[in-house]
């Protein structure tokens, strides 16, 4: 049987998890045996099948009261016995750390690694630490995946020859979803509340929205990550007397329902890899405002007046000014939101996962 292994960090509710748990779910419908091993496993993580095997190949907690140099190299180790125990196919990383990870612990092994990008790596692939890792470790990796043009283009000419780039898969639940009847005087966003999503910059953009469309309300959908940014998003609130309309909703399991009758979706990050929500709300068929962030995630599947707006970000006054545009010319806003719902012919799981396995065979030789 064909046995493929991913490797990431946790599942733990997040953009690269999310992806990790939608491909494993079509590659073991598909007939593969799946694995996936974690460092460790986490409060709120996404759910897997029974048929998937999770290993967790972290530090154990005899290792965690030694130092962070023993820890290190037990990270290799694990995930090393574990590569060599099971004998994958193919080991898929995702994530910075677990792509350096990966590369180490299959170094004399002949199982092939595929590094997969998912993040803007200017910020997170430019430390001196990356400097030292790339060119030690990344000519060892069989293959890279990317999710946008501007993160391949970040990384050395001998990477980028044996790359592809993938967007991610849409969860099915959003595609096919019967286009409203009526849409709501609300405008939405939904992601985590985090710092780089830059929803403090919504709120302001919105306040201005509500003085001229002050029958308009504004939710936005997500958990906390912790990072203090929903205390400042409260704190802002208030500040701004906005309470009476302008809503933290919490996480939901429900988007394609809660988001679907919206009148417009307000995406408001200052970088992204590729976002699986703004993913989702194209799918939808929503009218769309994003901030055109690097890597240049929304520029990738966005075109500046065909299926959304584009606005440059940290900008409150575009924002502001798209956001309007939309709900004052609501035939515009629906007829980019259905050319926007076209997303889901090229990202859908099944596409994505042909991608993926053709890739996978293309580097291995196995059809």
């Known amino acids: 049987m064909r046995r493929i292994a991913f490797h990431l960090n946790c599942l733990e509710q997040g953009g690269a998890e999310r992806v990790v748990t939608n491909l494993a779910h079509q590659f073991l419908k598909e007939g593969y045996e799946v694995l996936i091993a974690t460092e460790w496993i986490g409060e709120n993580e996404f759910q897997i099948d029974q048929g998937i095997r999770r290993v967790v190949v972290g530090p154990t907690e005899e290792d965690k009261r030694k130092g962070r140099l023993y820890q290190i190299v037990r990270r290799v180790t694990r995930l090393r016995a574990f590569v060599k125990h099971e004998k994958p196919d193919v080991l898929i990383a995702f994530g910075r750390k677990a792509n350096y990870r990966a590369l180490m612990s299959t170094l004399g092994v002949r199982t092939p690694v595929i590094v997969s990008v998912r993040t803007d790596p200017v910020g997170h692939y430019d430390r001196l630490a990356d400097k030292i890792q790339i060119p030690l470790l990344f000519w060892h990796a069989a293959g890279f995946v990317f999710q946008t043009q501007g993160q391949k283009e970040f990384f050395p000419r001998g990477a980028q020859r044996k790359s592809r780039i993938i967007l991610n898969p849409i969860n099915d639940k959003y595609i096919g979803v019967p286009r409203p009847e009526r849409r709501t005087k609300t405008v939405v966003q939904s992601g985590r509340l985090v710092d780089f999503k830059n929803q403090l910059m919504l709120i302001r953009a919105f306040v201005k929205v509500h003085e001229k469309h002050p029958d308009y309300e504004l939710k936005i959908y997500g958990g906390d990550s912790h990072d203090g940014t929903k205390e400042l998003l409260e704190a802002l609130i208030a500040e701004k007397n906005a309470g009476g309309f302008v809503t933290l909703m919490g996480a939901s399991d429900e988007l394609e329902k809660d988001l679907n009758d919206a009148a417009v979706y307000a995406f408001s990050s200052d970088w992204e890899g590729l976002p ?92």
């Open 276 to 367: 699986n929500a703004l993913l989702e709300a194209m799918a939808l068929g929503l009218p769309i405002v994003a901030t055109d962030c690097p890597c240049g995630g929304p520029r990738t599947v966005m075109q500046d007046g065909y299926n959304g707006l584009l606005v440059p970000i940290k900008n409150e006054e575009a924002m502001a000014a798209g956001i309007c545009r939309l709900i004052e010319n609501p035939d515009e806003a629906e007829r980019m939101g259905e050319n926007a719902r076209k997303i889901a012919e090229t990202a859908n799981g099944q596409a994505i996962f042909e991608q993926w396995k053709d890739y996978i065979e293309t580097l291995t030789g196995r059809a």
